[in-house]
């Protein structure tokens, strides 16, 4: 019935969470990411009531990588100007972030709240979530899973792309 017979969720906030990105991940063609949120609050907390208020919100955000022979960033990574991530066994490729940007729509940015709490996800590339809270860490919940669009031929209004 599904893309594969592993229809586990795979974690991008939970209660032991420490930062505000979201680890990587990949809408492959062919494929949907179902995105499920649980526990924003409708705000973000205010220090006083002089602060306006701001929706709590996740926004999504599009990455792009570049992959480059190891020998070539070897300077770089000595001198610590290289935010760069190794390729388990391929250590002669190092792998880095080239440009990340909120993902743009008709000038809107999708985004995951306590009014929109799912999403599907069916452009390929590579995206990760922003909170706009710190306290939202722990609190806030997300979890993602992939889906074959053969598996998942219907419209619907919940679609990023």
């Given amino acids: 019935m599904f893309a594969s017979d592993d229809y586990s969720w795979k974690t991008l906030f939970d209660t032991n969470s420490k930062s505000v990105e979201s680890p990587f991940f990949t809408v492959l063609p062919g494929h949907i990411i179902q995105v499920q949120a649980f526990g924003f609050q409708d705000y973000v907390e205010?220090?006083?009531?002089?602060?306006?208020?701001?929706?709590?919100?996740?926004?999504?955000?599009?990455?792009?990588?570049?992959?480059?022979?190891?020998?070539?960033?070897d300077a770089a990574i000595g001198k610590g100007n290289c935010d760069c991530v190794m390729h388990g066994t391929l250590d002669k490729y190092v792998t880095?972030?080239?440009?990340?940007?909120?993902?743009?729509?008709?000038?809107?940015?999708?985004?995951?709240?306590?009014?929109?709490n799912q999403m599907l996800i069916n452009l390929p590339g590579v995206y990760r979530f922003v909170l706009n809270d710190q306290n939202a860490l722990g609190v806030v919940r997300i979890y993602i899973h992939e889906i074959s669009a053969t598996d998942f031929p219907w419209q619907s209004k919940l679609f990023i792309a």
């Fill in 96 to 116: 880095s972030v080239e440009a990340y940007e909120e993902l743009l729509m008709d000038g809107c940015s999708p985004s995951i709240d306590s009014c929109n």
């Fill in 46 to 73: 205010r220090t006083d009531d002089s602060e306006r208020k701001v929706k709590q919100v996740a926004c999504l955000q599009q990455v792009l990588f570049t992959e480059n022979v190891r020998d070539t960033l």
